[in-house]
């Protein structure tokens, strides 16, 4: 089974710092995402990577960047933490969208104070 | 542009049918649909690749419409498991997911 681990399950942060989120997936996928899940509406992508060092961005990519150095990690980063950016992350992989499903970590609940 | 779920949510008593749709403003590669339990992760259902496909999943089956850009999740006779918020993808060369529709199934 494909396993998508995401490093933490829960993260407080104050507002301002530099945040880390990591994820690591051992399927060898080319293909990791990072989305954040509100209620009410659903699941928005911030960014997605299609190879190593290649990003993309999603619908709502300001106020995080990412890094793919290495093919099974994905980071994502909130570069200066804001109250807004408290959410649920989900990262997830795939061989390929187009016909592959995504398989999802288990989220990191962060909370921005 | 994110996929548009109808209903936002559904309540069912258990043997009874549903379906939920998903409606997208661009061209569709292709569709996902997903299920989500509180506090889990979203897990895959099925995929849909071409126009007019219909795929199916125990008593969950969905279709698609590639002209209208539309795709509908059918749960037949449906169970407590089934309980959860759906999720559809629509994949416009980014996968995109809708609002979620919550479902919950009764005895």
């Known amino acids: 089974d494909v396993k998508v681990t995401q490093s933490s399950r829960y993260l407080v942060k104050r507002t301002g710092e530099k945040v880390f989120l990591e994820c690591v997936q051992d399927?060898?996928?080319?293909?990791m995402f990072w989305y954040r899940q509100d209620p009410g509406l659903g699941l928005r992508l911030i960014y997605f990577s299609y190879d190593v060092k290649m990003k993309e961005k999603g619908d709502i990519p300001e106020g995080y960047s990412v890094s793919r150095e290495k093919k099974e990690r994905f980071s994502l980063i909130l570069e200066s933490a804001s109250t807004n950016q408290t959410s649920m992350y989900l990262c997830?992989?795939?061989?390929?969208?187009?016909?592959?499903?995504?398989?999802f970590g288990n989220g990191t609940r962060l909370t921005v104070t | 542009q994110q996929p548009v779920q109808s209903p936002q949510a559904v309540i069912l008593r258990e043997g009874e049918d549903a379906v939920i749709n998903c409606s997208s403003s661009?061209?569709?590669?292709?569709v996902h649909w997903y299920r989500q339990k509180h506090g889990e992760a979203p897990v895959f259902l099925m995929i849909?690749?071409?126009?007019?496909e219909q795929k199916g999943h125990e008593k969950i089956s969905a279709s698609f419409n590639e002209k209208k850009q539309q795709s509908s999740l059918y749960l037949t006779a449906s169970q407590l498991s089934y309980s959860g918020t759906y999720f559809c993808?629509?994949?416009?060369?980014?996968?995109?997911f809708g609002q979620g529709t919550t479902l919950q199934v009764k005895p």
């Open positions: 399927m060898d996928h080319e293909n």
């Open positions: 661009k061209a569709l590669y292709s």
């Open positions: 993808g629509s994949n416009t060369g980014k996968l995109i």
């Open positions: 849909l690749l071409k126009g007019g």
């Open positions: 997830a992989s795939s061989l390929d969208p187009g016909y592959s499903p995504l398989h």
